[in-house]
């Protein structure tokens, strides 16, 4: 596995377990959903994991 993804995986991970969504995450460390999308493993476009 490469390290992007190693990276990715070990973000969505930490951020469901806090309890967050990609928006919450977003507003808390101070940039766009977007970003945070762009950095999560890919999923099902128009949804919030």
Request: proline content about 2%.
């Amino acid at each position: 596995m490469n390290d992007a993804l190693i990276l990715k995986n070990r973000l969505k991970e930490a951020r469901t377990e806090a309890g967050m969504s990609q928006t919450q995450l977003a507003e808390t460390v101070g940039v766009s959903r977007n970003t945070i999308a762009g950095a999560d493993p890919v999923h099902r476009a128009g949804q919030e994991i």
